[in-house]
């Protein structure tokens, strides 16, 4: 199991035991589509459970247990992913011992599919194709999700983060059962494998069970892929797209060149909270609580990346206003214009929100597996000390470097 | 005020809860080993109640929809012009509030100086303060959050829908009102309704986290501002609600990729005796009907109908309740004939006793992941006891649930005359 780490955390108060894999990809253009819909192939049926209503009800036999397949992206990483969560084996009627085959199941997803004249089943794949298709065209649905997605692909044209997890539509198209078997064959070996679980297990028994599972694989070496920083490069770029909606969406993007292991990473945490996390930022208490011009108006970090990036949901005619009074805060932290209370707020915001990671186990996963991709390995209590240590002439510092990078925005057909 | 405390071994879980002069419902539940406390301070008031008789008048009071969200916006504004959030911030918590169809709810949760921010809480849900410059300033921001609303194609299903359902209920009007409702609200209304409904015999306090429930009845103790409860109820108006729906369909179109359908039926038996135990059969009943492991969920999804947003839903107060079924699909009508195909089937050849044994484990497994979260926990069970059910009832209703009962309930509940669908298709494109 070389490329499986199994990482137990145990969480006693809590009633559930979560169980996260992260698988690790490189996200590029010619794997995105693929990666897009294998786990939602796998998770149709494995030699344990042959069909989806099989594994159905073995998850219902296990008090409804849940199993997730889905595939998220942090930065150039492409993370096929399987979420579950079972309740602890002690509220189990007969004490059955749910977490191991909860795993076990996952496990037989991974590394056993139903195939079928070499290939994974035609009617299965052709189901998922539909599928991720249309994962892929309701991106548009939520339209605040929509424009932030949009500044990001705009902002980052011909970097491997424009591209989408979801994968594109001729992507999509172009993959066939055979072939999408021989790429799961070579992916499922040849990748980091991250298990995460957080609860309450036996983990040599765990460890047992993945040994089991995965005997006879022949691993290859693998890393975590790594994410170059977005570099602002020209002009400001201006995006507009139209509409049939009722509010506009404005997304704006600022390049602050930070890396992830950066020291000032966590200036740049304080920063944003100052600016636009949380009721006590610049942005809720000016854009909304001023000018009365949004019911959201906030920011956050793609840390990855390095970018900050505002969102606010406005009336179409006051674009010039929120766009001027954004950029006129983020000024005011440029000048040094920060209450105590902004500081305060700010760093206990972000040190509360560490904290409550450690009752959540889907917190704890994205947490842990964050700070993986991100190649720091920090814990909790680390962060704490480290947000809690930031001054405000850290704060002041790291603003500067935030640059006005694109400008999107989402407007009416008629605007 | 007494505290008294019940104890659950079983799932591991206790209570101490008990009534304050003033009327407030007090209950505290300590969870061991939690970084994060949480408390919320509701009212028995949600955008249902425009229409009502404040005890002690005899005539009727009718206020502008939307109102007791705008009031919850409100009740942010102090009479020293200090700023709420600015308290919790400098304390480490995280505030908010929320208004639904028959709860306001004001809320924090924090990993530490939990007394403090409770004692923040307290003061500021019983400090109302509203001039015409605050109340004005507000139109814009909720004005916003309307418009918001109007760009959401799962509130338009949702809203649709229940305009299927309803042919009188005001839950089928929006929560945060219309731009003409909101533009009637004054300083003086929303006084009149915080007279009425933020009166503390109509509330009630959860706190869950690893606390200790003496301190923190003594923080409440000390934070309670007047103690005159009502004696006469607060009468609210609803409309007499027919059994049959309004209609039976409803489209609108808008920007969305594919076509999304809110299905569902209409609860006729509002005022049956046991809530908790008519939520447990009919949350079966979703699972063994529409659920993945189901006939029905295998015919659709494997028919390219439907994909993994198809959810099912129960949702139920004292006085209406319906289910509702969700999802994206090419063809929504065909979905929704499919269905009342597999209602029909059912009605003449019966449930699956062998499928109910099975699910009947998946509600065991829900109610012990409804207790992991404290805000979740506290959250249901604020919610429950505002329509007079105890949530740490649960074990015995569940055990009370007979296989006889959901098939009764199924007869019930699933009549294909009370269904209605509701549709958003995409807008055409050239």
Redesign the interface.
């Known amino acids: 199991m070389e490329n499986i780490n199994l990482i137990y955390v145990s969480l006693e108060q809590i009633k559930t035991t979560t169980i996260g894999v992260y698988i690790h990809r490189e996200l590029n253009e010619a794997d995105a589509s693929k990666n897009a819909v294998l786990p939602y192939v796998l998770r149709r049926g494995c030699k344990l459970c042959p069909d989806s209503g099989a594994i159905e009800k073995y998850l219902e036999n296990l008090y409804g247990a849940q199993l997730h397949a889905g595939v998220v992206n942090m930065g150039d990483d492409q993370i096929m992913r399987f979420e579950a969560q079972t309740i602890q084996d002690k509220y189990a009627a007969g004490g059955e011992p749910l977490t191991e085959d909860l795993l076990r199941l996952i496990l037989s997803v991974m590394f056993e599919p139903v195939t079928e004249d070499g290939g994974f089943k035609k009617s299965t794949v052709e189901i998922e194709k539909k599928n991720a298709k249309e994962r892929i065209a309701s991106v548009m649905n939520d339209k605040r999700v929509y424009a932030m997605q949009r500044c990001m692909e705009e902002m980052c044209a011909g970097e491997s983060f424009a591209i989408s997890c979801r994968g594109t539509i001729d992507g999509v198209d172009a993959i066939d059962a055979a072939d999408l078997y021989d790429y799961y064959k070579s992916a499922i070996v040849g990748s980091v494998i991250d298990i995460y679980v957080c609860g309450s297990a036996d983990e040599e028994r765990l460890r047992a069970v993945i040994e089991e599972k995965t005997f006879g694989a022949e691993f290859k070496p693998a890393k975590i892929p790594a994410t170059p920083l977005h570099k602002k490069s020209g002009d400001v770029k201006r995006v507009t797209d139209r509409m049939e909606v009722t509010q506009g969406k404005l997304s704006i993007g600022f390049s602050a060149d930070i890396a992830p292991q950066s020291k000032d990473m966590f200036a740049l945490m304080v920063m944003n909270s100052v600016f636009g996390a949380g009721a006590h930022s610049k942005l809720f208490n000016n854009v909304r609580e001023k000018l009365s011009l949004a019911y959201y108006a906030s920011s956050g970090t793609i840390k990855q990346k390095g970018i900050i990036v505002v969102n606010a949901g406005i009336e179409f005619e006051n674009f010039q206003k929120a766009y001027d009074e954004t950029l006129a805060q983020l000024e005011c932290i440029q000048n040094g214009e920060i209450s105590e209370l902004e500081y305060k707020s700010a760093v206990s915001f972000l040190v509360n929100a560490y904290e409550a990671i450690k009752d959540s186990p889907e917190q704890l996963h994205h947490f842990l597996a964050d700070q993986r991709v991100s190649g720091t390995n920090y814990d909790i209590d680390y962060c704490k000390e480290k947000i809690s240590a930031v001054t405000i002439d850290d704060i002041v510092r790291v603003s500067k470097r935030a640059e006005l990078d694109t400008v999107y925005f989402l407007t009416g057909e008629g605007e | 005020m007494e505290l008294k405390h019940k104890k659950n071994s079983a799932?591991?879980e206790e209570i101490f809860f008990g009534k304050h002069p003033s009327g407030l419902d007090v209950f505290i539940i300590p969870?061991?080993?939690?970084?994060?406390s949480y408390a919320i301070f509701g009212t028995n008031y949600g955008s249902v109640d425009s229409d009502f008789i404040v005890p002690g008048e005899k005539d009727e009071t009718h206020v502008p929809d939307g109102i007791a969200h705008y009031l919850e916006h409100k009740m942010f504004d102090q009479p020293d012009n200090s700023n709420v959030?600015?308290k919790?911030?400098?304390?480490?918590?995280?505030?908010n509030a929320f208004t639904s169809f028959n709860m306001t709810a004001y809320l924090f949760?924090?990993?530490?100086n939990v007394k403090e921010n409770l004692a923040v809480l307290l003061d500021y849900v019983q400090s109302p303060y509203f001039t015409d410059e605050t109340v004005e300033?507000?139109?814009?921001?909720?004005g916003?959050?309307i418009?918001?609303y109007?760009?959401?194609?799962s509130w338009k299903v949702f809203f649709n829908f229940l305009n299927c359902l309803y042919k009188n209920h005001p839950v089928k009007k929006e929560i945060a009102g219309t731009i003409d409702s909101i533009s009637r609200i004054t300083p003086e209304l929303l006084y009149r309704c915080y007279g009425t409904f933020y009166n503390l015999s109509n509330m009630a306090l959860v706190v869950a986290g690893d606390v200790e429930p003496e301190e923190i009845a003594g923080v409440i103790e000390a934070g309670i501002k007047k103690t005159e409860p009502f004696t006469e109820e607060i009468r609210r108006i609803y409309p007499e609600e027919p059994d049959e729906t309004a209609s039976n369909y409803a489209e609108q179109t808008?920007?969305?990729?594919?076509p999304?359908f809110m299905l569902g039926f209409k609860d006729t038996d509002t005022d049956c005796g046991d809530l908790l135990k008519k939520s447990i059969e009919v949350q079966i009943l979703l699972k063994m009907l529409f659920?993945?492991?189901s006939r029905l969920y295998?015919q659709l999804?494997?028919g390219?109908l439907i994909?993994?947003t198809f959810a099912a839903e129960y949702t139920m107060q004292p006085d209406y309740a319906f289910t509702s079924v969700e999802g994206?699909s090419g063809d929504p009508k065909l979905v929704y004939d499919t269905v009342i195909k597999e209602i029909n089937r059912v009605r003449s050849e019966g449930l699956c006793e062998e499928d109910y044994d099975?699910?009947k484990?998946?509600?065991?497994?829900?109610y012990?992941?409804s207790?992991?979260?404290?805000e979740d926990m506290a959250s249901e069970f604020l919610r429950m006891h505002f329509m007079g059910v105890d949530y740490f009832d649960y074990c015995r209703a569940y055990k009370s649930v007979t296989f006889g009962d959901v098939k009764k309930r199924f007869e019930n509940h699933f009549v294909p005359e009370r269904s209605a669908l509701s549709v958003i298709k995409p807008?055409e494109r050239e």
């Open positions: 799932v591991g969870k061991k080993g939690y970084s994060k959030f600015d919790f911030s400098r304390l480490g918590a995280n505030a949760s924090a990993t530490q300033k507000e139109r814009g921001i909720i916003q959050e418009r918001m109007d760009d959401s194609d808008m920007s969305v990729a594919m999304m659920g993945k492991s295998k999804y494997d390219g994909n993994a994206q099975r699910v484990k998946v509600l065991w497994g829900t012990i992941r207790l992991n979260d404290v807008v």
